[in-house]
């Protein structure tokens, strides 16, 4: 009898807990827990909370990896706003970026990691309008920066560096507005220069300088 009675009681909490997923409330927008497989399978895609239409909270999704949901992305949303707070996960489970989103517009500040350690790969910005803004960063895996280049509403704009792994600047470009605009050097390993020149419109114009050991070459 207490078998039974066992039985019973877990279907009915079964039966209630259902009946509290995937539900619409009275204007047929989302509300509450919504739990999603993918089609035609048992394998979780994503799960979260609305609260009347709106994500609340913390949202998981996952890919079908050999019939197994492996987690992918989360996005915590917050409270009276429409911003979410994006992470990006490789199937092993290693953070590959993270930032904000607005919608599906990358905004605010994002970081995105070296493929096997947890230092920076790239840090950049983006605008509210969803355009790459200000300075971005590149980095060597030993964390030196590898080059740095200025954004404006999305274009490069203004001066573009590179540098070696030991912190050599190996080349100098000038932007405006996306197009090579103004004076360009590009050095050796060691840091002298061996071509200079100016860019107009994206392309070369007027004299360009080679150099050998300092010297101009004939």
Not at 8 to 19: C, E, I, K, R
Not at 74 to 85: C, G, M, V
Not at 103 to 109: C, I, L, Q, S
Request: charged share 25%; aromatic share 14%.
């Amino acid at each position: 009898m207490k078998y039974i009675l066992a039985c019973l009681l877990s279907v009915l909490v079964f039966s209630v807990s259902a009946q509290n997923i995937n539900q619409l409330d009275e204007n047929g927008k989302r509300d509450g827990i919504w739990k999603k497989n993918f089609d035609g399978t048992n394998v979780l895609r994503f799960e979260g909370a609305f609260d009347h239409g709106k994500e609340i909270g913390l949202f998981k999704f996952y890919q079908n990896i050999n019939g197994k949901a492996v987690l992918t992305a989360t996005r915590e949303f917050f409270k009276n706003d429409t911003k979410a707070s994006v992470k990006f996960f490789a199937s092993n489970g290693k953070l590959i970026s993270e930032g904000e989103m607005n919608g599906k517009m990358y905004v605010g500040e994002w970081k995105y990691y070296q493929k096997e350690s947890n230092k920076l790969l790239t840090l950049e910005h983006y605008n509210d309008e969803g355009h790459l803004t200000g300075e971005r960063l590149v980095y060597y895996k030993n964390g030196q920066i590898s080059q740095k280049e200025n954004y404006k509403n999305g274009k490069l704009e203004g001066l573009s560096v590179w540098y070696s792994e030991d912190n050599i600047v190996i080349k100098e470009f000038s932007y405006s507005n996306g197009e090579l605009n103004g004076p360009s050097k590009i050095y050796d390993a060691k840091g002298q220069l061996i071509t200079e020149g100016f860019y107009k419109n994206g392309q070369k114009d007027g004299v360009w300088k080679y150099y050998e050991n300092g010297k101009i070459s004939e």
